[in-house]
């Protein structure tokens, strides 16, 4: 349960401002945002921040680290997994951030493209994957929707895409469009659970249907469509988010191949810096400094 009492049923912010789901406030989150899965991904990565100057975790489960890498804050939050999760993290975040707000997602993912585990794939583009109920319950149509792919910011992912060819070798690094699935299972293709799923022609259908189909994940369409959405009142109908998206390959689903612990723990401190880097090279001003931060 949240500790502070909620003001407003329509867009509840507690009474010290606080969003309901990830409990930050304004001046507690950057405009440079790295977004991962797994907390223990984040933990690892803000390693690699220069200072700490704040640390929550909600009671939802949201992760939230902010510092200074190289003299300009970066927060680093961990939001666990699927669509619903990034949608809370994108609009709370959006509610205490004034201003321009870049947003890296550096997730793990199943490729279905030469890509193999331990490799990256950068997101040109997401499509979203969706289970048809229709289909389930009458019959009606596909067994999953697949929809048309947006894009992500072409200068972040350029530089996020450059700085991690730097620093894991470009022949690691693959470039293309991103299916975001609602499920790790049916709307992935995974085959022999014990549901009904009618999923054995999904990974040919995607990749005839998309021809740089290069991932298969949980977030990424949301984060690139919510992106393009950012155009509320405030922001004069303009986006004001900017988005990129780089994916460990975890899952080969070609060669049947998984990446050992050791591997994936690599990989996540190799990129952390890459990924800072990016973010600070994308937006180098002194945009959303954190209060704390004027003292270093
Ligand atoms: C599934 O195992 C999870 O891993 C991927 C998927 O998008 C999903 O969230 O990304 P993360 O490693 O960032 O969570
Ligand atoms: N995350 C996914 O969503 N799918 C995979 O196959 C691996 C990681």
New binding site residues.
């Given amino acids: 349960m949240p500790t502070e009492q909620m003001t407003n049923a329509n867009k509840p912010l507690s009474t010290e401002g606080r969003t309901y789901h990830i409990e930050t406030r304004s001046g507690e989150v950057s405009n440079r945002i790295l977004t991962v899965g797994d907390p223990k991904r984040a933990q690892k990565m803000a390693s690699y921040l220069d200072k700490i100057l704040f640390t929550h975790s909600s009671h939802r489960g949201f992760l939230t680290i902010t510092g200074l890498y190289k003299g300009l804050p970066i927060s680093v939050v961990a939001i666990g997994m699927g669509l619903s999760m990034m949608d809370f993290f994108v609009r709370e975040s959006r509610m205490v951030v004034e201003g321009p707000l870049s947003i890296v997602r550096f997730g793990?993912?199943?490729s279905i493209c030469q890509a193999t585990s331990g490799d990256v794939i950068v997101a040109k583009s997401a499509f979203a994957i969706g289970r048809n109920y229709a289909f389930f319950e009458e019959g009606k149509g596909e067994p999953y929707l697949l929809w048309k792919p947006v894009e992500a910011d072409k200068d972040l992912t350029r530089v996020v895409q450059r700085k991690l060819s730097e620093a894991v070798g470009a022949e690691h690094v693959f470039a293309g469009s991103v299916g975001n699935?609602d499920s790790?299972y049916g709307s992935?293709g995974r085959i022999g659970t014990d549901f009904y799923d009618c999923n054995e022609g999904l990974l040919d259908r995607i990749r005839e249907k998309y021809e740089d189909a290069s991932a298969?994940?949980?977030e990424s369409h949301m984060l690139f469509h919510l992106a393009q959405a950012s155009t509320g009142a405030k922001n004069m109908g303009r986006p004001s988010i900017r988005t990129a998206c780089a994916l460990m390959v975890?899952?080969d689903?070609t060669g049947n191949k998984f990446i050992s612990p050791e591997d994936s723990e690599r990989l996540v401190g190799i990129a952390a810096r890459a990924v800072f880097d990016a973010l600070v090279e994308d937006m180098p001003t002194q945009e959303g400094l954190h209060p704390a931060a004027g003292s270093v």
């Fill in positions: 793990s993912c199943g699935a790790f992935q298969l994940e949980m975890f899952a689903r």
